[in-house]
C-alpha cells in the first residue's frame, strides 16, 4: 500500500501528514495496551429462528476504555486492521468464542447454540489463519459446526484462489460459514455459485427500509431467492421491527437478529436471556 511505504518520505514534507502518522501511532499503542490490560469483551446477539427459537449468537467486540467507557467497534477496528493489530485482537475474539462455546456445551440451554466471529479480510488472508481456527477447535474441544464465521464481500474483490482453497479447509474441518453484509460490496453471482458458504447475511441496510423502500424490499426478497437456490440459509440482520419480520418471514427469510428480540449483551444478560427464552419444564403431560 503506497499510504505504508509512502510514510516516511511524505511527513517529510507533509506536516498534517505528520499529524496523523502520530495519532495512528498513539492509538496502535493504545490499542496494544488495551489488549494486553484484557479491556477488549465479547458481547453476544441472540439470532431465532422462524419459530423464534435462539439457535445462536455472533460475538461483537467492545472495548471497555477505563476513560471512555464503552467503545464501539466501528471506533477502533478500522484503525486495529490498518495497524495489524486485527490479528492477534482477532485471535483473542476466536480463542474467546470458542472458550464460551465450550462451556455451554454442558449447559442444557445452551448446548446446540452457534457462535458466529467476525473476521477481517486481513485476518482471513494471514497465511496462519486456518491453522489458528483448528488450533482453537482442538484446545476447546467444540463441534465444528458451532463455530460460524462471518467473512465479508471485500475478501471477494482479488485474490480469489487462496480465499476459495481456504473457505475449502475450513469447510472441510466442519466451520459454518457466513457472507456478512450481503448486498454492499463486490460479490459477482459466478462467484458467489462457487463459494462453499453455508449462509448469507442481508445487510441491516436493506433490513432498515425494507416497508419503505420498495427497491430495498426487491432486493432483500432477492437475496432470498438467490440464496435459497444455491441452497444457503439467510440470515437477516438489523431486524428492529415485528413488521420488518413479518415481511422477511413472508418472503422466506430463515433466520433473524436484531433490537426486535435484543441489543448485542454482555455474556451474564445474554445467559439470563436464554434462560429466560427457554421454554418451561413440562412436569405433566396435558
Ligand atoms: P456486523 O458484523 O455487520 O454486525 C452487525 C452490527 O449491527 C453490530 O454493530 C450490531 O450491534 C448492529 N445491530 C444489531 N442489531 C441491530 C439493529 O436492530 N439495528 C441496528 N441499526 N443495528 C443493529 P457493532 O456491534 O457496532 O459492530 C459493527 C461492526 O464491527 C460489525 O458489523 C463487524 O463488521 C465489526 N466487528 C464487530 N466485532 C468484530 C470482531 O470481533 N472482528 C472483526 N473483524 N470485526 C468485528
Ligand atoms: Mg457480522
Ligand atoms: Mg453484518
Ligand atoms: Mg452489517
Excluded at 227 to 240: D, I, P, T, W, Y
Aim: overall charge negative; glycine content about 6%; proline content about 5%.
Amino acid at each position: 500500500q503506497a499510504k505504508t511505504t509512502g510514510r516516511n518520505a511524505l511527513c517529510f514534507f507533509d506536516p498534517e501528514m505528520q499529524a496523523a502518522v502520530n495519532a495512528n501511532a498513539a492509538v496502535s499503542s493504545e490499542l496494544h495496551i488495551a489488549l494486553k490490560k484484557q479491556e477488549f469483551v465479547l458481547h453476544y446477539q441472540p439470532q431465532v429462528d422462524r419459530q423464534g427459537r435462539v439457535n445462536g449468537v455472533e460475538a461483537l467486540l467492545r472495548w471497555q476504555h477505563p476513560r471512555r467507557g464503552l467503545v464501539m467497534p466501528t471506533d477502533f477496528i478500522p484503525m486495529a486492521e490498518e495497524t495489524g493489530l486485527i490479528l492477534p485482537l482477532g485471535r483473542w475474539a476466536l480463542a474467546t468464542a470458542c472458550e464460551q462455546l465450550a462451556a455451554w456445551a454442558a449447559w442444557p440451554q445452551a448446548a446446540d447454540l452457534s457462535i458466529a466471529v467476525n473476521v477481517s479480510v486481513r485476518q482471513f488472508r494471514h497465511p496462519d489463519f486456518v491453522d489458528q481456527v483448528m488450533a482453537e477447535i482442538r484446545r476447546t474441544g467444540v463441534k465444528p459446526q458451532h463455530l460460524k464465521l462471518e467473512l465479508t464481500e471485500t475478501l471477494l474483490a482479488d485474490g480469489m484462489d487462496v480465499t476459495l482453497a481456504r473457505m475449502g479447509t475450513l469447510k472441510a474441518l466442519g466451520v459454518t460459514l457466513a457472507l456478512d453484509d450481503f448486498g454492499m460490496g463486490y460479490s459477482s453471482l459466478s462467484l458467489l455459485k462457487r463459494l462453499p458458504l453455508d449462509q448469507l447475511k442481508i445487510d441491516k441496510s436493506f433490513v432498515a427500509e425494507v416497508l419503505t423502500d420498495p427497491a430495498d424490499a426487491a432486493i432483500s426478497r432477492t437475496i432470498i431467492t438467490l440464496a435459497h437456490s444455491l441452497n444457503l440459509k439467510v440470515v437477516a440482520e438489523g431486524v428492529e421491527t415485528q413488521a420488518q419480520q413479518d415481511f422477511l418471514i413472508a418472503e422466506g427469510c430463515d433466520q433473524f437478529q436484531g433490537f426486535l428480540f435484543s441489543a448485542p449483551l454482555p455474556i451474564e444478560a445474554l445467559e439470563a436471556y436464554l434462560i429466560a427464552q427457554s421454554p418451561p419444564l413440562k412436569l405433566q403431560t396435558a
